[in-house]
């Protein structure tokens, strides 16, 4: 079974920047896609950034310019930038592995257990 482990989540200010961190173990990720998610009370998890193996990404619209996802060399780790956070990017974030890569949750095998972002003045 693989396990993923977010780090890095805290109180920001607007304008501000966070570095998220994943690791994934118990199962190489390295043919994997890696993706950011994130998720507020009431509303569905959505996709903030992806990046497959071959290191192609992917952002959402709100994240495009502001948000920089990438891998470690071992392909087992990823990372989140956030740069010039604003209150609306308060949300629990989530690592997730899975093979296709795709936006939605459920083609993901493999979550963290999330890390809080508040971004409040």
């Known amino acids: 079974q693989g396990q993923v482990v977010e780090s890095g989540g805290g109180l920001a200010q607007p304008g501000d920047s966070l570095t998220l961190s994943c690791a994934a173990s118990g199962r190489p990720a390295d043919k994997y896609a890696m993706a950011w998610f994130r998720q507020t009370p009431g509303k569905e998890r959505e996709c903030v950034a992806r990046?497959?193996?071959?290191?192609?990404?992917h952002y959402a619209e709100f994240a495009e310019g502001r948000f920089f996802i990438s891998r470690g060399n071992g392909q087992n780790t990823a990372q989140l930038q956030m740069n010039r956070l604003k209150p609306e990017d308060t949300a629990v974030y989530y690592c997730?592995?899975?093979?296709?890569?795709?936006?939605?949750?459920?083609?993901?095998?493999?979550w963290g257990a999330g890390t809080q972002v508040a971004v409040s003045s």
């Open positions: 990046i497959w193996s071959g290191g192609s990404t």
């Open positions: 997730a592995v899975g093979f296709k890569g795709t936006t939605s949750p459920s083609d993901y095998n493999y």
